[in-house]
């Protein structure tokens, strides 16, 4: 079984000014942490040279700096556009709806940001208890568990899984937003059979290139820093840094757009069953999540 790319490449042309964006924003942070990494360094050679202590300090100092960045990027900003391109990626926006008409649409399902953390939350427990056979739910049928390493493979696969479940639920087009990330589970739990494999190969497949992204920055950091003189592990842990920078920007849309695009084919036409969605009000023990639905 292979993923079904050329599927997601069609599903990211729908939202490809948004994806294009999103993508700018991770180059324009990755080039941030560079510069601020470099700024660090060129002042510490100042101050008296490269030291133990400034040798650890500096790319600390960077890392810190970046994930602050990242953060306050996320909360005002990254997690709309993020819910945007799941709304175009469910298939219910026309093809003009335009970037400012996504935004507004999404709000429609999340409307702020504590709504968003609170819902993820809510979706990563539905989705652990279902991988774990929680009494609630119906375990996953046997032949798709054969053995422990699908079950951590499921695991590690639940955060994109449970963006491709929203996705599903834009595309119920509930003006209930419970009741439609309820729908979305159940049908996932009955009838996502495929799109958990999927899920396992798109895992492979994002793990792969990260790894690959790595390797092309960190062996060029290896000689640069070699040659200037700088210990080569602060190359590699900037390489790092860049390297999952550019999967996010990258590899992630590709990921969520073959896993939602796969969600919403194999549950197309398909009825969610009422007392499952019942049911998954006790996966949602949160009185906030439950307030905000």
Same mark, same amino acid.
């Given at each position: 079984?292979?993923?079904?790319? /050329?599927? #997601?490449?069609?599903?990211? %042309? ?10 700018? !924003?991770?180059?324009? =942070?990755?080039?941030?942490? @560079? ?27 960077? @890392? ?8 306050? $990027? ?13 709304? *175009?990626?469910?298939? /219910?926006?026309?093809?003009?709806? =335009?970037?400012?008409? +996504? ?27 279902? @991988?774990?056979?929680?009494? !609630? *739910? ?10 422990? $390493?699908?079950?951590?493979? &499921? ?5 994109? $899984?449970?963006?491709?479940?929203? #996705? ?8 209930? %937003?419970?009741?439609? !990330? ?32 790595? $390797?092309? *920055? ?11 003189? @700088? ?5 590699? !842990?900037?390489? %790092?840094?860049? #390297?999952?920078? *550019? ?9 969520? %757009? ?11 036409? /398909? ?10 009000? #006790?996966?949602?023990? &949160?009185? +906030? ?5």
């Amino acid at each position: 079984m292979i993923i079904n790319g /050329r599927v #997601a490449l069609a599903t990211i %042309a729908r939202a490809l000014p948004l994806v294009l964006f999103r993508a700018g !924003v991770f180059v324009a =942070g990755g080039f941030m942490v @560079i510069i601020f990494f470099g700024m660090l360094l060129f002042a510490s050679r100042i101050a008296g040279g490269a030291g133990p202590v400034v040798i650890i300090v500096v790319p600390v100092l960077a @890392i810190l700096g970046g994930w602050i960045c990242g953060r306050v $990027l996320q909360r005002f900003f990254l997690f709309r556009h993020r819910a945007a391109m799941l709304f *175009l990626f469910s298939g /219910r926006a026309p093809i003009p709806v =335009g970037l400012t008409g +996504a935004i507004e649409e999404s709000k429609r399902l999340i409307p702020d940001h504590s709504c968003w953390v609170l819902l993820n939350r809510g979706l990563r427990q539905a989705l652990f208890a279902f @991988i774990r056979g929680n009494r !609630v *739910l119906p375990a996953p049928p046997a032949a798709d568990r054969p053995w422990v $390493l699908t079950q951590i493979m &499921d695991l590690l696969a639940m955060r994109p $899984l449970s963006q491709a479940v929203l #996705a599903l639920a834009y595309a119920r087009g509930s003006m209930d %937003a419970g009741q439609a !990330v309820r729908e979305a589970l159940a049908l996932y739990f009955r009838h996502g059979l495929e799109s958990r494999r999927q899920a396992r190969m798109w895992l492979l497949f994002s793990a792969a290139g990260q790894f690959f992204q790595f $390797l092309c *920055l960190a062996v060029p950091n290896w000689i640069f820093f070699r040659g200037a003189g @700088i210990p080569v592990w602060i190359g590699v !842990v900037l390489a %790092a840094v860049i #390297a999952r920078l *550019l999967h996010r920007a990258f590899v992630v849309p590709l990921e969520l %757009a073959g896993l939602s695009t796969a969600l919403l084919a194999e549950t197309r036409g /398909r009825v969610p069953d009422l007392e499952s969605c019942e049911k998954l009000a #006790a996966l949602f023990p &949160d009185a +906030a999540l439950a307030n905000k639905f």
